[in-house]
């Protein structure tokens, strides 16, 4: 079950936790007894794998909750984070500069409490820094095995990556992608395929709502900030209600949830080596991890895809 990541020994599982919800930032309701219990919930679930960064938390919560949850564990699993943005005034920064990439390693490492970080991210380019300059510093870092792996996300587009892989090898990839926000099978996965990149996804689930647990008539909780995306509103709320209830009807078919089918059908394309998960209690991580034993019939998939082409692609604009 387990996948390696680019052309490392490092072996991730297909679905990996992502921490940001535990953060408790855009989330509601979280608390850290419950963001511990769902740390560990997902390793007794078979996951190994949890993907965090910097500035998932104002003063690094996440990192510190993986730390205190998963310490015991830190041989079994591998831990992903992030660098080049952080918090000022309420506000995301975006700071690419080697002296900052290299700072916020060594907080997150603290934070962490572990002596490498096994998949570091550029979280993010930096619009005022070089990314050759940034990608100089990540070299430094996996040179002096601070880190042992080197990752990109958000770059969107293939000149990134050759820029970036030109002074850093890339071990992996994290774009957003799910069955309705396909665009990186035009370029980036066949990129990332041919050159051994592993390509690890965030928004499987589409913020929550490919889960299935959303009502028509969903009442918001003015702490939510789902709401303020076009997809949760008007006729895109309409349209994307009409597809997930024909995914319904396949997952009941399969005897299995909606979240459940739509983390089989992601970590099933080609080239997808891994789903990140969001959660803030155990049983939301628990109900993802179980699509990892999940087998999508020949007819399941043709039907998947009968209702996505039936449903449209949505720009990123329009979901997030």
């Not at 990541?5 to 855009?26: E, R, Y």
Request: proline share 5%.
């Amino acid at each position: 079950m387990l996948r390696r990541l680019g052309t490392t020994d490092l072996f991730v599982t297909p679905v990996a936790m992502g921490c940001w919800p535990i953060a408790g930032i855009t989330s509601i309701d979280v608390n850290e007894s419950d963001s511990l219990a769902t740390l560990a919930a997902a390793f007794d679930a078979g996951i190994n794998f949890f993907d965090t960064a910097y500035v998932y938390g104002y003063d690094g919560e996440s990192e510190r909750l993986i730390g205190r949850a998963l310490g015991p564990h830190r041989d079994e699993i591998v831990i992903a984070s992030k660098c080049g943005i952080h918090w000022e005034d309420g506000k995301q920064v975006k700071d690419g500069r080697p002296e900052t990439i290299r700072s916020q390693c060594e907080e997150s490492l603290r934070r962490l409490g572990t002596d490498r970080i096994d998949l570091y991210y550029l979280h993010a380019p930096d619009p005022d820094t070089p990314i050759s300059e940034s990608a100089r510093a990540l070299r430094e870092l996996l040179d002096a095995g601070k880190v042992r792996a080197i990752g990109v996300s958000n770059l969107h587009t293939v000149e990134r990556y050759e820029q970036f892989q030109e002074v850093c090898p890339i071990t992996a990839a994290q774009p957003h992608y799910n069955m309705l926000q396909r665009e990186i099978e035009a370029d980036q996965l066949p990129w990332c395929r041919a050159h051994d990149v592993s390509t690890v996804v965030y928004w499987p689930l589409m913020k929550g709502f490919l889960a299935g647990k959303l009502s028509r008539d969903h009442e918001w909780d003015p702490r939510d900030g789902r709401q303020k995306y076009p997809i949760f509103q008007g006729d895109q709320w309409v349209k994307t209600h009409d597809f997930v209830d024909k995914l319904r009807s396949i997952a009941e078919d399969l005897g299995c949830t909606v979240s459940q089918l739509v983390t089989a059908w992601t970590i099933a394309r080609p080239g997808i080596t891994a789903a990140l998960c969001g959660a803030k209690r155990p049983a939301q991580i628990r109900e993802t991890a179980a699509a990892m034993s999940l087998s999508l019939s020949e007819d399941a998939l043709r039907r998947i895809e009968t209702a996505i082409q039936e449903r449209g692609e949505v720009s990123s604009r329009a979901a997030v």
